[in-house]
């Protein structure tokens, strides 16, 4: 059976016809009361939350309920609380509301939505105090223009906010998607999405590897506070078994997931996988048995291979606690730490946000 965890146990542009088509669709293909894709009716408007450490899947998952029909189709990550909030906090100042919507308005963040700077500032000026608020109002403000009932989100770092998240949209529910870790590594290596210590001479794998580990032991700690409204779900049984997995969901998400329709539909990575390998027709499943070495994987399984076992997955070689890997792991959890807790909760914070914000 596919591994569903529940609780404490733990860039295409769309027409406004596609939209319209995607958001009304019905069970029995009708277009007519939306409330119908639901499979209950309390908590039935309930944000859902896809997160988990980048290159995990997330974005598969967030496809999938796009294309199950009534949530609104925003194409993008909305990097709210781990870009835009880090730049221009507090929040509760109305300058950096102004200054926030301003900067919001020239990326594509911001034109994905569909919106026009009208249909939000209002509320944004009036009501929003922190990014979960920015967050939640914008999502509103597309749903109402697409007609629409309910809302999605897919910026996998968010899983380190989820208590802000939490606090400002009390209905939110998350899914964690949680991938093998040396897959997950193999990704970030090949995208360049990690720099390795200054004195680390060994392959960047290593070193994303000890952040998928702490980034998803961090989101497994704050899933515990959620208790009913966190779940988690494993990449690989997405992958093999998408239609029991989703249908698995139903009852968390308070919707119809029938895969067959959303295959149908098929938003983005429903139709075309997201890889970081586009030159490759490989299965996206146990890449680090052929792109690792012996030796390169006895010293991945050496840092990380305890909480891959926890979280059911197979070592390939026997765990040896070496003192080397035991003080770089420390070194880098603790790099990761701090500089969490620096762009999160401090003032300089806004200089450790490195991501360029105005994209086209």
Same mark, same amino acid.
């Given at each position: 059976?596919?591994? &569903?965890?529940f609780?404490s146990?733990?860039?295409?542009?769309?027409?406004?016809?596609t939209?319209?088509?995607?958001?009304?669709?019905r069970p029995d293909?009708a277009r007519s009361?939306?409330r119908?894709?639901? &499979?209950?009716?309390?908590?039935s408007?309930a944000?859902i939350? !896809?997160?988990g450490?980048?290159?995990?899947?997330?974005?598969l998952?967030?496809?999938?309920?796009?294309?199950?029909?009534?949530?609104?189709?925003?194409r993008?990550?909305s990097?709210?609380?781990n870009?835009?909030e880090p730049r221009?906090?507090?929040?509760?100042r109305p300058?950096?509301?102004?200054?926030?919507?301003d900067?919001w308005?020239k990326?594509?963040?911001?034109t994905?939505? *569909?919106l026009?700077?009208s249909?939000v500032?209002a509320?944004?000026?009036?009501e929003c105090q922190?990014?979960g608020?920015f967050?939640?109002?914008?999502?509103?403000?597309?749903?109402?223009?697409?007609?629409v009932?309910?809302?999605a %989100?897919?910026?996998?770092e968010h899983?380190?906010?989820?208590?802000?998240?939490?606090?400002?949209?009390?209905?939110a529910? =998350?899914?964690h =998607?949680?991938r093998?870790?040396?897959?997950v590594a193999?990704?970030?290596?090949?995208l360049?999405?990690i720099?390795?210590?200054p004195?680390d001479?060994?392959r960047?794998?290593?070193a994303?590897?000890i952040y998928w580990?702490w980034? &998803? %032991?961090?989101?497994?700690e704050?899933?515990r506070a959620?208790?009913a409204d966190? =779940?988690e =779900?494993?990449? %690989?049984?997405?992958v093999?078994r998408?239609?029991?997995v989703?249908?698995?969901?139903e009852?968390?998400?308070?919707?119809?997931?029938d895969?067959q329709?959303?295959?149908e539909v098929?938003i *983005? !990575?429903?139709?075309?996988?997201?890889?970081a390998?586009?030159?490759?027709?490989r299965?996206p499943?146990?890449?680090? #048995?052929t792109?690792l070495t012996?030796?390169e994987?006895?010293t991945l399984?050496?840092?990380?291979g305890a909480?891959?076992?926890?979280m059911?997955?197979?070592l390939?070689? #026997?765990r040896?606690?070496?003192?080397?890997l &035991?003080a770089m792991?420390?070194?880098?959890?603790?790099y990761?730490e701090?500089?969490l807790?620096?762009?999160s909760?401090?003032?300089?914070?806004k200089?450790l946000v490195?991501?360029e914000?105005?994209?086209?």
């Amino acid at each position: 059976m596919p591994s &569903v965890h529940f609780g404490s146990h733990f860039g295409e542009t769309w027409t406004a016809e596609t939209i319209g088509l995607v958001a009304t669709l019905r069970p029995d293909g009708a277009r007519s009361n939306l409330r119908s894709g639901s &499979v209950g009716s309390v908590g039935s408007n309930a944000p859902i939350f !896809s997160l988990g450490c980048s290159r995990s899947g997330t974005t598969l998952l967030y496809h999938m309920l796009l294309s199950a029909g009534n949530f609104a189709v925003y194409r993008s990550e909305s990097l709210i609380l781990n870009l835009l909030e880090p730049r221009f906090r507090p929040l509760s100042r109305p300058r950096n509301r102004r200054r926030m919507l301003d900067a919001w308005y020239k990326t594509r963040l911001f034109t994905r939505t *569909g919106l026009e700077p009208s249909d939000v500032d209002a509320r944004i000026m009036s009501e929003c105090q922190n990014g979960g608020d920015f967050l939640r109002i914008f999502m509103e403000e597309i749903c109402r223009k697409q007609g629409v009932e309910r809302w999605a %989100e897919t910026t996998g770092e968010h899983l380190l906010y989820m208590r802000e998240i939490k606090k400002a949209i009390p209905n939110a529910r =998350v899914i964690h =998607v949680i991938r093998d870790g040396r897959d997950v590594a193999l990704s970030w290596e090949r995208l360049s999405q990690i720099r390795p210590l200054p004195w680390d001479r060994k392959r960047a794998a290593m070193a994303a590897a000890i952040y998928w580990e702490w980034f &998803v %032991e961090r989101g497994r700690e704050a899933g515990r506070a959620l208790g009913a409204d966190y =779940v988690e =779900v494993r990449y %690989e049984d997405l992958v093999r078994r998408p239609a029991e997995v989703l249908k698995g969901l139903e009852a968390f998400v308070d919707h119809d997931l029938d895969y067959q329709r959303i295959t149908e539909v098929g938003i *983005g !990575s429903v139709s075309a996988p997201n890889t970081a390998f586009k030159t490759e027709k490989r299965n996206p499943i146990g890449r680090w #048995k052929t792109d690792l070495t012996e030796e390169e994987l006895a010293t991945l399984e050496g840092l990380i291979g305890a909480s891959l076992e926890q979280m059911g997955y197979e070592l390939s070689t #026997k765990r040896l606690k070496r003192p080397d890997l &035991v003080a770089m792991r420390a070194a880098y959890r603790l790099y990761f730490e701090s500089k969490l807790y620096v762009k999160s909760r401090t003032p300089i914070g806004k200089w450790l946000v490195t991501r360029e914000l105005y994209v086209p």
